[in-house]
């Protein structure tokens, strides 16, 4: 499976953007994920099946959809904070459960990357 992630960039706070993820096949589950520097990869949104799953800092500011005719994934998120920052990962998978769904190792396919830069 191949993810081509784009709609990244430079905003400034309280902006919003829509990051897009093209998959080269339809998969059970997808999320996306960002990294900061010096941090650890943390989940932020994803389905699997027909739930949706938010982290909690986007609840209320984010939201994920998907055109299935396309294979893309789509997260718009709203009222960007600088604490925003990071490179935002698309990751798919046939294989995650519910109970892991939040976990990076579940995930065996994953795009190249976004970089979302909120400014303050």
């Known amino acids: 499976v191949q993810l081509v992630e784009s709609g990244g960039g430079l905003v400034q706070a309280g902006g919003s953007l829509r990051l897009s993820c093209a998959a080269s096949?339809?998969?059970?589950?997808m999320a996306w994920f960002r990294q900061a520097p010096g941090k650890e990869r943390e989940f932020v949104v994803g389905?699997?099946?027909?739930?949706?799953y938010y982290a909690d800092f986007l609840k209320g500011r984010g939201t994920i959809s998907r055109d299935n005719a396309k294979n893309t994934v789509y997260l718009q998120m709203n009222n960007l904070k600088p604490e925003d920052t990071a490179v935002y990962y698309c990751a798919a998978s046939n294989s995650v459960i519910t109970s892991t769904v939040r976990l990076s190792r579940s995930y065996a396919h994953w795009g190249q990357g976004t970089q979302v830069t909120v400014s303050s």
């Open positions: 389905f699997k099946g027909g739930s949706t």
């Open positions: 096949e339809r998969t059970n589950a």
